[in-house]
């Protein structure tokens, strides 16, 4: 029996000619491989940024009369992202559901093959491969620094145990603070953050779209690095550039965080 990532059985159409994608970075991934197959997105699935397909609500929110009246093969969901209520009603409803579940890069990567092959029919994409290679090609590293991590503000959240985004960070020497909490997005007060002990606070643009004018102001004394949410937390096409592009932003944060030393010394 196939079942998808959650292990809930899952009965493929004979043919995929129809998809509905619940999910901004699943959204992406399939427009990369099979962009003829997509009819519906949210209205947060933004790549590509040409994408024509009929927007059928939020990832929280998806209207699911919507969704079951464009007919698809298929949907593609995440277990973060969307909320079981609504995929149990695409179920009722007739419509195949697969849900991916991805908490490291490791499983992310045997995610996305086991959704092209048994979900969508569909051969592995060239780009696939080289992502792995990309992040094969990261060199070992030690933690260098130790961050915290807000993923959102009023109220404050941010990254805890068992995350996509901790993982990538890991790889490339940044532990999270945050990372043996109980909780895998915990809320967490401004005044906690400031006294965690922090070397480098890291700010992605997603979900909350954190900015020069709106997050480092926060962590005074401590370095920040902007970073790109896309690049940090979506599992597809993005992962290829992602080790470069997440090396760059940390780097310089970490060179400017020797050089205020130097002169402070």
């Known amino acids: 029996m196939t079942t998808d990532d959650l292990g809930t059985p899952f009965v493929p159409r004979e043919t995929v000619h129809r998809v509905v994608s619940l999910v901004p970075s699943l959204t992406e991934s399939l427009a990369a491989t099979?962009?003829?197959?997509?009819?519906?997105?949210?209205?947060?699935?933004?790549?590509?940024?040409?994408?024509?397909?009929?927007?059928?609500?939020?990832?929280?929110?998806?209207?699911?009369?919507a969704i079951v009246a464009l007919g698809p093969d298929l949907v593609l969901a995440n277990e973060e992202e969307n909320r079981p209520a609504d995929l149990d009603a695409l179920r009722e409803a007739g419509v195949p559901v697969w849900v991916t579940r991805v908490r490291t890069l490791d499983e992310a990567f045997v995610s996305l093959r086991r959704m092209f092959a048994l979900a969508c029919g569909l051969p592995e994409p060239p780009w696939l491969a080289e992502a792995e290679r990309a992040w094969r090609a990261v060199p070992p590293s030690p933690v260098v620094r130790r961050a915290v991590v807000p993923v959102w503000r009023k109220p404050w959240m941010v990254l805890g145990r068992d995350t996509f985004a901790g993982d990538l960070l890991l790889?490339?020497?940044?532990?999270?603070?945050?990372?043996?909490?109980?909780?895998?997005?915990?809320?967490?007060?401004?005044?906690?953050?400031?006294?965690?002990?922090?070397?480098?606070?890291?700010?992605?643009?997603?979900?909350?779209?954190?900015?020069?004018?709106?997050?480092?102001?926060?962590?005074?004394?401590?370095?920040?690095?902007?970073?790109?949410?896309?690049?940090?937390?979506?599992?597809?096409?993005?992962?290829a550039e992602a080790p470069a592009v997440l090396g760059r932003a940390l780097a310089?944060?970490?060179?400017?965080?020797?050089?205020?030393?130097?002169?402070n010394s």
């Open 34 to 65: 099979a962009p003829g197959l997509l009819v519906g997105a949210t209205a947060w699935c933004e790549r590509p940024t040409d994408l024509d397909v009929t927007r059928i609500g939020g990832t929280k929110n998806p209207d699911v009369a």
């Open 171 to 239: 790889r490339l020497g940044v532990g999270n603070l945050y990372a043996g909490h109980p909780e895998r997005y915990p809320r967490v007060g401004l005044p906690e953050l400031l006294a965690a002990g922090a070397d480098l606070v890291v700010l992605p643009d997603e979900p909350y779209r954190f900015g020069p004018e709106d997050g480092p102001g926060f962590f005074p004394g401590v370095p920040t690095a902007l970073v790109s949410g896309r690049h940090l937390t979506w599992y597809g096409p993005s992962l």
């Open 252 to 263: 310089v944060k970490q060179q400017t965080n020797l050089t205020d030393k130097n002169l």
